[in-house]
């Protein structure tokens, strides 16, 4: 009998279609995942080395350009994630909204002990443990993958324009740099984010993704318009039209 306290790191069978949900809206945990998420992880490939980077994006419900959900991101002209995407536009985006901090483990026979992110020194203090805490309950457990295409918005066009406008007023966080001890002056904003002249502007459709538990449960999703039909032929993750 399976511990229910200590369930399975994977147990159920996702290879194929599983659980798919279908709705002309993302699904609310989606939604909220990629509203309140600060980063996302781009992976890209050029046909034989996959490639990931950690993106600042900003997410849309739709754009005056596009009546689907939307991701927004950056990238420097000569990255490398820009020349994959230009002989390989088809990316995989993973969206968390857990924090990264690993608690301490029992293999302590391994060699591999970890004493966890922060390690114990730093959450000894009365304020440090009441952060973790409300950190931690605060969050959700569920990730998304989303599959799709990437496409580069011409340069100076309108579309870039607006995007490149909503992208920067999304990134831009007015109570950030004091939490560092760096104040800015009163009524004054500081960009977290800057976009230079030779940086592209690049926008993926959120059509369709699977959502993942922490306990290893997925369910894929799709985005459908009014009245387009779905098909039962899998897609990369199991879902298309």
Same mark, same amino acid.
Not at 129 to 158: H, Q, V, Y
Not at 193 to 207: C, F, G, K, P
Not at 222 to 236: D, K, N, P, T
């Given at each position: 009998m399976t511990d229910s306290l200590n369930p399975p790191l994977s147990y159920e069978a996702s290879a194929t279609t599983t659980h798919r949900h279908v709705a002309t809206t993302l699904p609310p945990e989606v939604s909220s995942c990629l509203k309140n998420s600060r980063f996302l992880h781009l992976a890209t490939c050029d046909g034989l080395t996959p490639h990931i980077s950690l993106m600042s994006y900003t997410f849309l419900p739709s754009t005056p350009f596009d009546p689907y959900p939307t991701i927004i991101m950056t990238t420097n002209s000569s990255s490398r994630k820009t020349t994959h995407l230009q002989t390989n536009p088809r990316v995989s985006l993973l969206v968390h909204d857990w924090v990264s901090h690993r608690p301490p483990t029992r293999a302590s026979n391994t060699g591999n002990t970890r004493d966890g992110s922060p390690p114990p020194a730093a959450t000894r203090s009365s304020l440090a443990s009441l952060l973790l805490n409300l950190n931690t309950s605060a969050l959700s457990s569920i990730s998304t993958t989303i599959t799709g295409e990437a496409r580069f918005l011409e340069p100076d066009s309108e579309e870039e324009t607006w995007c490149k406008d909503r992208h920067l007023e999304n990134n831009t966080f007015e109570e950030e740099m004091s939490t560092f001890g760096?104040?800015?002056?009163?009524?004054?904003? !500081?960009? #977290? $984010? #800057?976009?230079?002249?030779? /940086? !592209?502007?690049?926008?993926?459709? @959120?059509?369709? *993704? !699977? $959502?993942?538990?922490?306990? *290893? *449960? @997925? !369910?894929?999703?799709? @985005? @459908?318009?009014? *009245?387009?039909? /779905? #098909?039962?032929?899998?897609g990369a993750n199991g879902v298309v039209l």
């Amino acid at each position: 009998m399976t511990d229910s306290l200590n369930p399975p790191l994977s147990y159920e069978a996702s290879a194929t279609t599983t659980h798919r949900h279908v709705a002309t809206t993302l699904p609310p945990e989606v939604s909220s995942c990629l509203k309140n998420s600060r980063f996302l992880h781009l992976a890209t490939c050029d046909g034989l080395t996959p490639h990931i980077s950690l993106m600042s994006y900003t997410f849309l419900p739709s754009t005056p350009f596009d009546p689907y959900p939307t991701i927004i991101m950056t990238t420097n002209s000569s990255s490398r994630k820009t020349t994959h995407l230009q002989t390989n536009p088809r990316v995989s985006l993973l969206v968390h909204d857990w924090v990264s901090h690993r608690p301490p483990t029992r293999a302590s026979n391994t060699g591999n002990t970890r004493d966890g992110s922060p390690p114990p020194a730093a959450t000894r203090s009365s304020l440090a443990s009441l952060l973790l805490n409300l950190n931690t309950s605060a969050l959700s457990s569920i990730s998304t993958t989303i599959t799709g295409e990437a496409r580069f918005l011409e340069p100076d066009s309108e579309e870039e324009t607006w995007c490149k406008d909503r992208h920067l007023e999304n990134n831009t966080f007015e109570e950030e740099m004091s939490t560092f001890g760096q104040v800015p002056p009163p009524g004054q904003r !500081r960009p #977290s $984010l #800057s976009i230079d002249e030779d /940086v !592209r502007v690049v926008t993926v459709r @959120v059509r369709e *993704g !699977r $959502l993942a538990d922490w306990k *290893g *449960g @997925v !369910r894929d999703w799709l @985005v @459908v318009q009014e *009245g387009e039909e /779905v #098909s039962g032929e899998a897609g990369a993750n199991g879902v298309v039209l």
